[in-house]
């Protein structure tokens, strides 16, 4: 336990700036010396400077399979569901994954390999090169990849028509509307959604069905005065 308390002030650092990518719940893991409790200590060995080290030793590579991608696919039997996610986005910041790397990760893994990367894109990719991820993940039917691909990255990068689709799946699917990021500022004086989402509790109430809460939540978020943008005639235009 001394020697893992040593490793661990040596880590401090690192882990306070991964803070937001692995979660409130690997921030209790890491401060105060609590690794030793936790299934992210398995995964990281005893050393879990040494073995971040050894993930950011093997940033994208071809071939045999990395470290880093060894240690992802390791993640659910050694830390377990209350971890893994955690410990995955951990190791793919660490191996400082990039587009490249996390899209054939995204496309060869599994389902939580997948969330995974969707959780680690607004921290590793600068630009919109990713969006065919969150694209692809909420094409699925998978409510868990829908929530993960709606966080920051989306936000930023998916266009009107792409984003206010993306809200309407989580109507249909069950997705909680507080699962996507910046919901507040994007929906605000967006007629085209509201219209939208009016079609849809029309649709709903037709058909003898309760119209989601969300949905009056979403609505009235549209109803929010938008602040004018320079240069941005026609912010929100109609779906066609």
Not at 21 to 43: D, K, V, W
Request: aromatic share 2%; charged share 25%; proline share 6%.
């Amino acid at each position: 336990m001394t020697s893992l308390r040593k490793d661990l002030a040596r880590t401090e650092d690192r882990v306070d700036d991964l803070h937001d990518l692995a979660g409130a719940a690997a921030r209790t893991q890491y401060r105060g010396g609590h690794l030793a409790s936790t299934g992210i200590q398995l995964l990281l060995g005893d050393h879990p400077d040494q073995a971040l080290d050894e993930a950011a030793a093997h940033p994208g590579a071809h071939g045999p399979i990395s470290v880093w991608e060894l240690r992802l696919a390791e993640a659910g039997r050694r830390c377990g569901p209350a971890h893994a996610d955690a410990a995955r986005v951990l190791v793919l910041h660490a191996a400082r994954a990039g587009t490249e790397a996390l899209s054939r990760v995204y496309s060869q893994g599994t389902a939580d390999e997948r969330r995974a990367v969707l959780h680690a894109l607004p921290h590793l990719v600068p630009g919109p090169d990713a969006l065919p991820l969150v694209e692809d993940a909420l094409r699925t039917n998978d409510t868990r990849l829908v929530a993960a691909a709606l966080g920051p990255y989306a936000a930023r990068h998916l266009d009107a028509h792409q984003w206010r689709h993306a809200v309407l799946k989580c109507l249909f699917t069950g997705v909680a509307v507080e699962r996507v990021a910046d919901l507040a500022g994007r929906a605000r004086g967006d007629d085209e959604l509201a219209r939208m989402l009016a079609d849809y509790a029309a649709e709903r109430t037709a058909a003898g069905r309760t119209v989601p809460e969300d949905l009056h939540r979403v609505l009235a978020l549209t109803e929010t005065e938008q602040p004018p943008a320079p240069g941005n005639a026609d912010p929100h235009g109609k779906e066609s």
